[in-house]
């Protein structure tokens, strides 16, 4: 929906709420038209129930508001002598409509005394849970929300079973474009799979003003633009499914361009204009190796110091079948193998695959070869190790898959670019060779009908030779260079996609462990309340936090205890 559209849209609720409830505006002393002006009727109708007037603030707030309005609707009946239970669930069930029935059909009168302590302990309970949730979808919505590392993209920097808090506000906080949506959860609702929203009515992009930039080398939290799951994890059907974009998977990288950057990568590594890029001290570049001992490798000659690193297989398969296209095509379906070398017979692969179809193939696994994935620290430990014939990096051939999957580029994810980082209000020349970079832009986060006919492109109709781009973009890339889906593969990340900046780990443990008491022993203390970026080893403020929640703790009791004894 469009801003007019929705514009229209609150004329006609404030319509429904001047015909609902003008003649209890009267019987509480006020006049009639104040119902009908909007905001000011919403101001009156706080004096009216006897709630401050700030409640109508959080009417206009996106998912906060879907939790208030009951609210109001509930102390409304209140105000007017109905405290039954069966006229709150009325109300809640008629989303505010039997109001109409009290305003027209009942002779209530206005009690303006009426106090606004629950009469139950179960209304007691019942209205802290609901403020309290209201003020954390608030927090978690609009300032901090917990999010978790389920991958090993960004391994060293943040782990998987880390669990941080991104900031909304770094990067100014985006106002949820979902309206209708179960509050403090994503796209499912726990347990069910269910989707926890409703893909219509949308509201237009808004982002609040932010506290800085984002800058080359930031790690970001955003919304996979190529998503189209179902569910943000666990979604394995295949099936394409629409997404509004604040409802698409959760992803987290570092932010390796900026709008308005050239980058190319060389081997592995970035060069952002021209110049290599310089890393955080807490980032560490992992690649997966080649190990070649001397011996068979086994769990008795297997670098110890290695045990928990990520590996895969080492193959040969005859160059007669590497090099069949068809070949290679069922091995995409199969796996992922690259050639690290050859003879007159046999092509040398690593990677990952299916061992049926290995055996198809007839593949044969070399007994003193394995692929490992290692930062440059532990390649120089891998070298000095006794057992060790050569560690070679694996350097990926050319790959239809890297963006802008554009065979002729010859682009592999190791090797490729130079590729420009659109940013808003710049201009670039469109033809076929240009717009494979810029078609996913125009056509589906700028909105635009794009149209190629021939040698012309027509953009809304018209036929164009260049484009200018109406907000920034950003490249995101994880440090696990071998082992991360990122922009190499679905390219630019729009900024209406960016959710925050990771600012804490809070808690950390071992996501893969086996049963829950093995999580518990292996609880990450040293990492715990502990800074996301910065220069150093991070430092953890555990303690700090432990003793302010001991204090609070101890201030409540003896609070309560003193309450008690005057009582």
């Not at 659109?422 to 056509?443: H, M, R, W």
């Amino acid at each position: 929906m469009t801003f007019t559209q929705w514009f229209i849209f609150f004329i006609v609720v404030q319509v429904i709420h001047f015909l609902g409830t003008w003649k209890l505006y009267v019987k509480a002393g006020r006049k009639s038209w104040e119902a009908a002006i909007p905001i000011y009727n919403g101001i009156v109708l706080m004096k009216i129930i006897n709630r401050p007037k700030w409640w109508i603030v959080l009417l206009f707030i996106p998912i906060v508001n879907l939790l208030m309005f009951p609210v109001i609707w509930i102390e409304t009946l209140r105000t007017f002598g109905f405290y039954k239970k069966l006229d709150s669930l009325l109300v809640i069930a008629t989303l505010g409509l039997y109001i109409f029935y009290i305003n027209y059909a009942t002779d209530t009168k206005y009690n303006a005394e009426r106090s606004l302590k629950p009469r139950s302990e179960l209304g007691e309970w019942v209205s802290s849970i609901a403020f309290a949730i209201i003020a954390a979808t608030l927090v978690h919505t609009y300032f901090m929300q917990p999010f978790t590392i389920p991958t090993s993209s960004l391994e060293k920097s943040l782990l998987v079973g880390d669990y941080l808090f991104v900031s909304k506000f770094h990067y100014g906080a985006r106002v949820p474009s979902t309206v209708i949506a179960a509050p403090m959860v994503h796209d499912s609702l726990p347990y069910t799979g269910t989707s926890s929203y409703l893909k219509k009515p949308q509201l237009p992009y808004t982002r609040l003003p932010g506290l800085q930039k984002i800058k080359n080398n930031d790690i970001v939290c955003f919304n996979w633009p190529a998503d189209t799951l179902a569910t943000m994890w666990g979604d394995t059907s295949g099936k394409f499914t629409y997404k509004p974009v604040d409802k698409k998977t959760n992803y987290v990288k570092r932010c390796v361009g900026i709008a308005g950057d050239s980058i190319q990568m060389i081997d592995g590594y970035f060069y952002i204009n021209g110049k290599k890029n310089i890393l955080p001290d807490r980032a560490k570049l992992q690649f997966y190796y080649t190990y070649e001992s001397k011996k068979p490798i086994n769990q008795n000659t297997y670098p110890k110091f290695l045990m928990d690193k990520e590996r895969t297989g080492v193959y040969k398969i005859l160059s007669e079948y590497w090099d069949n296209p068809k070949v290679q095509d069922a091995i995409k379906q199969n796996g992922s193998l690259s050639k690290i070398g050859s003879d007159s017979l046999y092509t040398e692969v690593v990677g990952g695959v299916n061992p049926s179809f290995a055996r198809r193939l007839k593949m044969i696994s070399v007994d003193n070869k394995i692929n490992i994935n290692l930062t440059d620290e532990e390649v120089s430990r891998l070298k000095k190790y006794p057992l060790t014939k050569s560690v070679i990096k694996v350097n990926h051939g050319a790959d239809n898959a890297i963006f802008p999957h554009v065979k002729a580029l010859g682009w592999s994810q190791d090797n490729f670019g130079p590729i420009y980082i659109p940013e808003a209000g710049a201009t670039v020349n469109l033809d076929s060779k240009s717009l494979p970079f810029y078609e996913q832009i125009i056509k589906n986060y700028e909105n635009n009908d794009l149209q190629v006919v021939g040698d012309n492109i027509f953009i809304n109709g018209e036929k164009v030779d260049s484009y200018t781009f109406k907000q920034d973009y950003f490249y995101l890339i994880g440090d696990n260079r071998h082992n991360s889906l990122d922009a190499r593969y679905w390219g630019y990340v729009p900024f209406d996609h960016v959710l925050g900046k990771p600012v804490m780990v809070w808690f950390s443990w071992d996501a893969d462990a086996p049963s829950f008491g093995a999580k518990l022993k292996s609880i990450r203390w040293d990492r715990m309340f502990t800074t996301v970026h910065g220069d150093g080893k991070p430092v953890s403020y555990r303690y700090l936090v432990f003793a302010l929640i001991a204090i609070y703790i101890g201030y409540s009791f003896f609070k309560g205890k003193k309450k008690s004894a005057k009582k």
